[in-house]
Protein backbone atom coordinates (compact mmCIF):
# COMPACT_ATOMS: atom_id res chain seq x y z
CA UNK A 1 0.00 0.00 0.00
CA UNK A 2 1.42 3.94 -1.17
CA UNK A 3 1.31 5.99 1.52
CA UNK A 4 2.35 9.86 2.20
CA UNK A 5 3.85 9.11 5.07
CA UNK A 6 5.75 5.72 3.49
CA UNK A 7 9.57 6.39 3.00
CA UNK A 8 10.85 3.89 0.90
CA UNK A 9 14.18 2.59 2.22
CA UNK A 10 17.16 0.92 0.57
CA UNK A 11 14.98 -0.14 -2.47
CA UNK A 12 15.87 -1.08 -5.81
CA UNK A 13 19.42 -1.00 -4.57
CA UNK A 14 21.54 -3.02 -6.97
CA UNK A 15 23.62 -4.70 -4.64
CA UNK A 16 27.12 -4.92 -5.54
CA UNK A 17 28.51 -8.23 -5.01
CA UNK A 18 31.34 -6.96 -2.63
CA UNK A 19 32.97 -10.14 -0.43
CA UNK A 20 36.30 -8.05 0.70
CA UNK A 21 38.34 -5.27 -0.15
CA UNK A 22 39.31 -5.20 -3.78
CA UNK A 23 37.09 -7.52 -5.09
CA UNK A 24 35.52 -4.96 -7.46
CA UNK A 25 38.36 -4.45 -9.99
CA UNK A 26 37.41 -7.92 -11.60
CA UNK A 27 36.42 -8.83 -14.82
CA UNK A 28 33.05 -10.40 -16.13
CA UNK A 29 33.32 -13.20 -18.71
CA UNK A 30 29.86 -14.60 -20.32
CA UNK A 31 27.58 -16.19 -17.72
CA UNK A 32 27.76 -20.35 -17.91
CA UNK A 33 24.89 -22.35 -16.74
CA UNK A 34 24.86 -22.41 -12.79
CA UNK A 35 24.36 -26.04 -11.41
CA UNK A 36 27.11 -27.28 -14.49
CA UNK A 37 29.86 -24.60 -12.89
CA UNK A 38 28.51 -26.54 -9.11
CA UNK A 39 28.87 -29.65 -10.37
CA UNK A 40 32.61 -29.14 -12.01
CA UNK A 41 33.46 -26.79 -8.41
CA UNK A 42 31.98 -29.54 -5.82
CA UNK A 43 34.73 -31.80 -7.68
CA UNK A 44 37.30 -29.86 -7.36
CA UNK A 45 36.98 -29.03 -3.75
CA UNK A 46 36.60 -32.59 -2.96
CA UNK A 47 39.88 -33.05 -4.79
CA UNK A 48 41.10 -30.00 -2.86
CA UNK A 49 39.95 -31.33 0.19
CA UNK A 50 41.53 -35.19 -0.42
CA UNK A 51 45.31 -33.41 -1.53
CA UNK A 52 46.17 -30.80 0.59
CA UNK A 53 46.68 -30.94 4.14
CA UNK A 54 46.19 -27.98 6.92
CA UNK A 55 48.73 -26.31 9.77
CA UNK A 56 47.22 -24.30 12.89
CA UNK A 57 49.63 -21.61 14.21
CA UNK A 58 49.99 -20.43 18.17
CA UNK A 59 47.22 -17.39 16.85
CA UNK A 60 44.52 -20.31 15.39
CA UNK A 61 45.82 -19.23 12.04
CA UNK A 62 45.60 -21.93 9.66
CA UNK A 63 47.95 -22.56 6.21
CA UNK A 64 46.62 -25.02 3.31
CA UNK A 65 49.41 -26.81 1.72
CA UNK A 66 49.17 -29.12 -0.58
CA UNK A 67 50.47 -32.92 0.02
CA UNK A 68 54.18 -33.42 -1.82
CA UNK A 69 54.44 -36.19 -3.88
CA UNK A 70 55.16 -39.31 -1.43
CA UNK A 71 54.20 -36.70 1.32
CA UNK A 72 53.00 -38.59 4.70
CA UNK A 73 50.52 -35.83 5.49
CA UNK A 74 47.23 -36.34 6.31
CA UNK A 75 44.81 -34.79 3.95
CA UNK A 76 42.05 -32.25 4.98
CA UNK A 77 39.37 -34.68 4.24
CA UNK A 78 41.10 -37.67 6.05
CA UNK A 79 41.80 -35.28 9.32
CA UNK A 80 38.15 -34.14 9.49
CA UNK A 81 36.18 -36.53 7.65
CA UNK A 82 32.92 -37.88 9.95
CA UNK A 83 30.43 -40.77 9.86
CA UNK A 84 27.55 -37.94 11.32
CA UNK A 85 27.86 -36.13 7.43
CA UNK A 86 28.24 -39.76 5.58
CA UNK A 87 26.05 -40.78 2.45
CA UNK A 88 25.58 -44.35 1.18
CA UNK A 89 27.91 -43.59 -1.56
CA UNK A 90 30.08 -41.47 0.75
CA UNK A 91 30.41 -42.90 4.28
CA UNK A 92 32.03 -40.26 6.00
CA UNK A 93 32.16 -36.64 4.29
CA UNK A 94 33.90 -33.47 5.82
CA UNK A 95 30.96 -31.52 7.60
CA UNK A 96 28.99 -29.43 5.39
CA UNK A 97 25.33 -26.97 4.87
CA UNK A 98 23.23 -27.01 2.01
CA UNK A 99 22.15 -23.61 1.77
CA UNK A 100 20.71 -21.46 -1.68
CA UNK A 101 22.20 -18.55 -2.78
CA UNK A 102 20.86 -15.88 -0.93
CA UNK A 103 22.32 -13.43 -3.31
CA UNK A 104 19.92 -10.32 -4.15
CA UNK A 105 19.69 -7.93 -7.22
CA UNK A 106 17.27 -5.73 -5.30
CA UNK A 107 15.93 -5.86 -1.72
CA UNK A 108 12.20 -6.46 -2.66
CA UNK A 109 11.23 -9.90 -1.90
CA UNK A 110 11.31 -11.05 -5.31
CA UNK A 111 14.89 -9.82 -5.56
CA UNK A 112 16.71 -12.89 -5.01
CA UNK A 113 19.06 -14.01 -7.71
CA UNK A 114 17.60 -16.65 -10.03
CA UNK A 115 19.84 -19.70 -8.82
CA UNK A 116 17.74 -23.10 -8.02
CA UNK A 117 21.26 -24.80 -7.18
CA UNK A 118 21.37 -26.83 -3.81
CA UNK A 119 25.11 -25.62 -2.78
CA UNK A 120 27.07 -27.44 -0.21
CA UNK A 121 28.97 -25.54 1.65
CA UNK A 122 31.93 -27.55 3.11
CA UNK A 123 33.42 -26.25 6.10
CA UNK A 124 35.51 -26.73 9.58
CA UNK A 125 35.11 -25.48 12.99
CA UNK A 126 37.96 -25.05 14.47
CA UNK A 127 36.64 -22.74 17.06
CA UNK A 128 33.06 -22.64 18.01
CA UNK A 129 32.77 -19.73 19.98
CA UNK A 130 30.81 -18.90 23.41
CA UNK A 131 28.57 -16.12 22.70
CA UNK A 132 25.70 -15.92 20.15
CA UNK A 133 25.29 -17.22 16.66
CA UNK A 134 24.57 -14.21 13.86
CA UNK A 135 21.30 -13.87 12.16
CA UNK A 136 21.79 -13.33 8.33
CA UNK A 137 21.19 -9.22 8.81
CA UNK A 138 23.06 -9.17 11.90
CA UNK A 139 26.18 -6.92 11.54
CA UNK A 140 29.71 -8.74 11.55
CA UNK A 141 32.68 -8.06 12.73
CA UNK A 142 35.33 -10.43 11.25
CA UNK A 143 39.01 -11.60 10.84
CA UNK A 144 39.59 -13.76 7.47
CA UNK A 145 41.63 -14.98 4.82
CA UNK A 146 40.63 -15.92 1.86
CA UNK A 147 42.39 -18.14 -1.03
CA UNK A 148 42.24 -19.89 -4.23
CA UNK A 149 42.25 -24.13 -4.54
CA UNK A 150 46.13 -22.88 -5.48
CA UNK A 151 46.48 -22.18 -1.91
CA UNK A 152 47.21 -18.44 -3.29
CA UNK A 153 45.92 -15.80 -0.69
CA UNK A 154 43.68 -13.13 -2.31
CA UNK A 155 42.50 -11.03 0.40
CA UNK A 156 42.80 -10.89 4.62
CA UNK A 157 41.85 -8.88 6.97
CA UNK A 158 44.01 -9.74 10.51
CA UNK A 159 42.68 -7.07 12.91
CA UNK A 160 39.18 -7.45 12.01
CA UNK A 161 36.05 -5.13 9.76
CA UNK A 162 32.72 -4.89 10.05
CA UNK A 163 29.98 -6.83 7.19
CA UNK A 164 26.39 -5.80 7.63
CA UNK A 165 23.64 -7.09 5.10
CA UNK A 166 22.27 -6.36 3.00
CA UNK A 167 24.13 -2.80 2.37
CA UNK A 168 26.71 -1.98 0.01
CA UNK A 169 29.42 -3.97 2.27
CA UNK A 170 27.81 -6.98 2.35
CA UNK A 171 29.88 -10.34 1.91
CA UNK A 172 29.36 -13.08 -0.20
CA UNK A 173 27.07 -15.76 0.31
CA UNK A 174 29.03 -18.66 1.40
CA UNK A 175 31.21 -16.29 3.38
CA UNK A 176 27.68 -15.04 4.84
CA UNK A 177 25.99 -17.87 5.41
CA UNK A 178 28.57 -20.60 7.24
CA UNK A 179 28.58 -18.04 10.11
CA UNK A 180 25.82 -19.74 11.13
CA UNK A 181 27.78 -22.63 12.31
CA UNK A 182 29.78 -20.46 14.93
CA UNK A 183 29.49 -17.67 17.28
CA UNK A 184 30.81 -14.60 18.22
CA UNK A 185 32.18 -14.44 22.11
CA UNK A 186 30.36 -14.31 24.82
CA UNK A 187 29.14 -10.78 26.61
CA UNK A 188 31.86 -11.73 29.25
CA UNK A 189 34.76 -12.44 27.11
CA UNK A 190 36.08 -9.31 26.53
CA UNK A 191 39.06 -8.81 24.24
CA UNK A 192 42.75 -7.81 26.50
CA UNK A 193 44.50 -4.94 24.75
CA UNK A 194 48.24 -5.35 25.08
CA UNK A 195 50.80 -2.48 25.87
CA UNK A 196 51.66 -2.69 22.31
CA UNK A 197 47.85 -1.67 21.32
CA UNK A 198 47.26 -5.20 19.78
CA UNK A 199 43.81 -6.31 20.98
CA UNK A 200 43.37 -10.38 21.39
CA UNK A 201 39.94 -11.62 21.03
CA UNK A 202 38.60 -14.64 23.55
CA UNK A 203 36.52 -17.33 22.71
CA UNK A 204 35.06 -16.24 19.34
CA UNK A 205 33.88 -18.46 16.73
CA UNK A 206 36.74 -19.76 13.71
CA UNK A 207 35.42 -21.28 10.90
CA UNK A 208 37.21 -22.62 7.54
CA UNK A 209 34.75 -22.61 4.59
CA UNK A 210 35.42 -23.81 1.20
CA UNK A 211 32.91 -22.01 -1.51
CA UNK A 212 31.56 -23.09 -4.90
CA UNK A 213 31.64 -19.91 -7.46
CA UNK A 214 27.84 -19.96 -7.20
CA UNK A 215 28.26 -18.16 -4.18
CA UNK A 216 31.20 -16.15 -4.77
CA UNK A 217 32.25 -13.98 -7.46
CA UNK A 218 30.83 -16.88 -10.10
CA UNK A 219 31.77 -15.22 -13.11
CA UNK A 220 33.62 -12.27 -12.41
CA UNK A 221 37.62 -12.50 -12.32
CA UNK A 222 40.05 -11.38 -10.49
CA UNK A 223 43.94 -11.33 -10.00
CA UNK A 224 44.24 -14.43 -7.83
CA UNK A 225 40.39 -16.10 -8.82
CA UNK A 226 39.40 -17.15 -12.19
CA UNK A 227 36.13 -16.39 -13.39
CA UNK A 228 33.74 -19.87 -11.91
CA UNK A 229 36.59 -20.98 -9.53
CA UNK A 230 35.79 -22.03 -6.17
CA UNK A 231 37.30 -20.48 -2.66
CA UNK A 232 38.29 -20.75 0.80
CA UNK A 233 37.76 -18.69 3.40
CA UNK A 234 39.34 -18.78 7.10
CA UNK A 235 36.99 -16.48 9.56
CA UNK A 236 37.12 -15.41 13.18
CA UNK A 237 34.02 -13.79 15.11
CA UNK A 238 34.94 -11.37 17.13
CA UNK A 239 31.25 -9.73 17.38
CA UNK A 240 27.95 -9.14 16.75
CA UNK A 241 25.45 -6.41 16.44
CA UNK A 242 21.72 -6.88 16.18
CA UNK A 243 20.23 -4.11 14.17
CA UNK A 244 17.19 -2.16 13.24
CA UNK A 245 17.58 -1.64 9.72
CA UNK A 246 14.39 0.67 9.37
CA UNK A 247 14.82 2.43 12.77
CA UNK A 248 11.32 2.12 13.37
CA UNK A 249 12.17 0.88 16.93
CA UNK A 250 11.42 -2.81 16.46
CA UNK A 251 15.13 -5.18 15.77
CA UNK A 252 15.24 -6.58 12.66
CA UNK A 253 15.48 -9.97 14.49
CA UNK A 254 11.80 -9.04 15.27
CA UNK A 255 10.88 -8.43 12.32
CA UNK A 256 11.36 -12.20 10.92
CA UNK A 257 8.63 -14.64 11.35
CA UNK A 258 7.94 -17.89 9.71
CA UNK A 259 4.78 -19.31 7.63
CA UNK A 260 2.60 -22.56 7.66
CA UNK A 261 3.52 -23.64 4.40
CA UNK A 262 0.01 -24.74 3.54
CA UNK A 263 -2.24 -22.33 5.24
CA UNK A 264 -0.01 -19.29 4.69
CA UNK A 265 -0.47 -18.30 8.46
CA UNK A 266 2.37 -16.19 10.18
CA UNK A 267 4.13 -18.52 12.77
CA UNK A 268 5.36 -16.95 15.56
CA UNK A 269 9.12 -18.73 14.85
CA UNK A 270 11.41 -16.82 12.93
CA UNK A 271 12.77 -18.88 9.81
CA UNK A 272 16.01 -16.68 9.61
CA UNK A 273 14.64 -15.37 5.42
CA UNK A 274 13.77 -11.65 6.02
CA UNK A 275 12.72 -11.67 2.64
CA UNK A 276 9.48 -13.34 2.69
CA UNK A 277 7.75 -11.39 5.68
CA UNK A 278 5.70 -8.52 4.34
CA UNK A 279 2.52 -7.66 5.68
CA UNK A 280 1.24 -4.82 3.84
CA UNK A 281 2.28 -6.89 0.39
CA UNK A 282 4.32 -3.94 -1.31
CA UNK A 283 6.90 -6.35 -1.79
CA UNK A 284 9.51 -3.87 0.78
CA UNK A 285 9.95 -6.64 3.39
CA UNK A 286 9.15 -5.97 6.94
CA UNK A 287 12.69 -5.00 8.20
CA UNK A 288 13.38 -2.27 6.00
CA UNK A 289 9.76 -0.96 5.91
CA UNK A 290 8.99 1.83 8.57
CA UNK A 291 5.47 1.58 7.71
CA UNK A 292 4.83 -2.38 8.41
CA UNK A 293 0.80 -2.80 8.29
CA UNK A 294 0.59 -0.03 5.12
CA UNK A 295 -2.06 2.34 7.50
CA UNK A 296 -0.28 5.46 6.64
CA UNK A 297 1.28 5.61 10.14
CA UNK A 298 4.86 4.99 11.15
CA UNK A 299 5.49 1.75 12.88
CA UNK A 300 7.39 3.65 15.31
CA UNK A 301 4.65 5.90 16.28
CA UNK A 302 2.50 2.89 16.58
CA UNK A 303 4.47 1.02 19.33
CA UNK A 304 5.46 4.06 21.84
CA UNK A 305 3.40 4.81 24.57
CA UNK A 306 3.09 8.33 26.48
CA UNK A 307 2.86 9.18 30.31
CA UNK A 308 2.08 13.27 31.74
CA UNK A 309 3.62 14.05 34.50
CA UNK A 310 4.17 17.49 36.28
CA UNK A 311 2.50 20.55 36.72
CA UNK A 312 2.79 22.32 34.12
CA UNK A 313 2.42 18.65 33.00
CA UNK A 314 4.67 17.63 30.41
CA UNK A 315 4.12 14.19 28.08
CA UNK A 316 7.17 12.15 27.87
CA UNK A 317 6.73 9.33 25.26
CA UNK A 318 8.64 5.28 26.12
CA UNK A 319 8.68 2.45 23.15
CA UNK A 320 7.02 -0.93 24.06
CA UNK A 321 10.08 -4.03 23.82
CA UNK A 322 8.58 -6.22 21.35
CA UNK A 323 7.79 -8.45 24.48
CA UNK A 324 7.74 -7.31 27.65
CA UNK A 325 10.34 -8.00 30.32
CA UNK A 326 9.80 -10.97 32.96
CA UNK A 327 9.00 -8.43 35.72
CA UNK A 328 8.41 -4.66 36.24
CA UNK A 329 11.31 -2.26 37.04
CA UNK A 330 10.39 -0.42 39.93
CA UNK A 331 12.75 2.38 38.63
CA UNK A 332 10.82 3.00 35.59
CA UNK A 333 7.27 5.08 35.85
CA UNK A 334 5.81 2.48 33.88
CA UNK A 335 4.95 -1.36 33.48
CA UNK A 336 8.12 -3.19 31.82
CA UNK A 337 5.99 -6.45 31.81
CA UNK A 338 4.24 -5.03 28.78
CA UNK A 339 5.27 -5.68 24.78
CA UNK A 340 3.97 -3.80 22.18
CA UNK A 341 0.32 -4.88 22.53
CA UNK A 342 -2.29 -5.91 19.94
CA UNK A 343 -5.58 -3.76 18.99
CA UNK A 344 -7.20 -2.96 22.76
CA UNK A 345 -10.17 -5.31 23.40
CA UNK A 346 -11.46 -3.19 26.46
CA UNK A 347 -14.70 -1.53 27.34
CA UNK A 348 -15.16 1.64 25.20
CA UNK A 349 -13.79 4.83 27.19
CA UNK A 350 -14.72 8.60 26.58
CA UNK A 351 -11.37 10.52 25.75
CA UNK A 352 -10.32 14.44 25.12
CA UNK A 353 -7.69 14.23 22.79
CA UNK A 354 -6.45 18.22 22.24
CA UNK A 355 -7.36 20.66 20.84
CA UNK A 356 -10.66 18.83 20.45
CA UNK A 357 -12.75 19.03 24.03
CA UNK A 358 -15.46 16.75 22.94
CA UNK A 359 -14.59 13.48 23.81
CA UNK A 360 -14.27 10.32 21.23
CA UNK A 361 -15.01 6.86 22.20
CA UNK A 362 -11.84 4.49 22.10
CA UNK A 363 -11.25 0.89 22.99
CA UNK A 364 -9.30 0.63 26.29
CA UNK A 365 -6.55 -1.51 27.16
CA UNK A 366 -6.90 -5.52 28.91
CA UNK A 367 -3.90 -6.91 30.35
CA UNK A 368 -3.77 -9.39 27.92
CA UNK A 369 -3.75 -6.83 24.94
CA UNK A 370 0.35 -6.62 26.10
CA UNK A 371 1.24 -10.26 26.35
CA UNK A 372 -0.80 -12.71 25.01
CA UNK A 373 1.85 -14.44 23.26
CA UNK A 374 0.02 -15.29 20.19
CA UNK A 375 -1.28 -11.48 19.88
CA UNK A 376 -0.71 -9.70 16.75
CA UNK A 377 0.88 -6.87 17.19
CA UNK A 378 -0.46 -3.81 16.54
CA UNK A 379 1.65 -2.10 14.00
CA UNK A 380 1.00 -5.23 12.02
CA UNK A 381 -2.40 -4.85 11.89
CA UNK A 382 -3.99 -2.16 9.75
CA UNK A 383 -7.18 -2.29 11.79
CA UNK A 384 -5.07 -0.94 14.82
CA UNK A 385 -4.64 2.84 14.10
CA UNK A 386 -3.78 5.36 16.77
CA UNK A 387 -5.24 7.43 18.42
CA UNK A 388 -4.82 4.38 21.14
CA UNK A 389 -6.44 4.94 24.41
CA UNK A 390 -3.40 4.13 26.34
CA UNK A 391 -1.44 7.15 25.15
CA UNK A 392 -4.52 9.75 26.65
CA UNK A 393 -4.62 9.09 30.01
CA1 LIG B 1 12.92 -2.46 12.45
CA1 LIG C 1 10.79 -14.75 7.70
CA1 LIG D 1 6.02 -4.20 3.26
CA1 LIG E 1 1.66 1.35 10.32
Known sequence: MKSLFKIVLLVSVMLTIVGCPSDDSGSTIAVRDRQEVYGENIDDIKNYLKSNYIEIDVNNNVTVTKIPEDGTQTSIWDQYKTPDFGTVEEPEEVPYITVKNDTRTSLLTDGRIADDVDYKLYYIVLDEGNGKTPTSVDSTFVAYKGWNLENEIFDRNSTGAWFSYPDVNTSISGFRQILSKIKAPSASSLPTVDPDGTISYLNYGNVIVFIPSGLAYFNSA?????????IAFQIKLFAIKERDHDFDRVSSKNEDFSYNPITGERLLSPDNDYFNDDTDGDKIPDFIDNDDDGDGFLTKFEVRHSLTTGAPPVKTYYYYPFT?????????????????????????????????TTPVMLKSSD???????????????????????????
Do not use: C, W
Not at 222 to 230: E, G, L, Q, R, W
Open 222 to 230: TSNIDAYAP
Open 367 to 393: PDDFNNVSRLRRHLDPNAKPPFYDQYQ
Open 324 to 356: GAASDDPLTPYDDTRGIPREFTGPLMPVIIPPA
